[in-house]
């Protein structure tokens, strides 16, 4: 059982930077890792994910976060992160690191691809 715990939330204003930062308990060899989000009253939703051996382009971000935000792995370390630049108010929401064996992923964007998820960390952007 993997378990993952994110850390590096907090509370910023418009147009400030945050990294936020995903530990595995276990080493992530051929897991694919991701970032979702989710505010109140809305729906988890995709932000961006990085699979295994990402040199074939295997990065991914969703468009309102695309140019702002820039996942990252180190998988001697067995860390995942996601440094936000630029945040806007919209960007306010619970985050969440999420991996899954590679094979279980075909989009990388759908919550019930991945196998693991951790416990969340709040990040709020003030306007």
């Known amino acids: 059982q993997v378990q993952l715990v994110e850390s590096g939330g907090g509370v910023v204003q418009a147009g400030a930077s945050l990294r936020l930062s995903c530990a595995a308990s276990?080493?992530?060899?051929?897991?694919?890792m991701g970032w979702f989000r989710q505010a109140p009253g809305k729906e988890r939703e995709f932000v961006a994910g990085?699979?295994?051996?990402?040199?074939?382009?295997?990065?991914y971000y969703a468009k309102a976060v695309k140019g702002r935000f820039t996942v990252s792995r180190d998988n001697i370390k067995n860390t995942a992160s996601l440094q936000m630049n630029s945040l806007e108010p919209e960007d306010t929401a619970v985050y969440y690191c999420?991996?899954?064996?590679?094979?279980?992923?075909?989009?990388?964007?759908?919550?019930?691809?991945?196998?693991?998820w951790g416990q969340g960390t709040q990040v709020t952007v003030s306007s």
């Open positions: 276990d080493r992530m060899v051929a897991y694919a």
């Open positions: 990085i699979r295994y051996g990402h040199d074939d382009g295997g990065i």
């Open positions: 999420a991996a899954s064996p590679s094979v279980r992923i075909t989009t990388m964007i759908e919550t019930d691809e991945y196998d693991y």
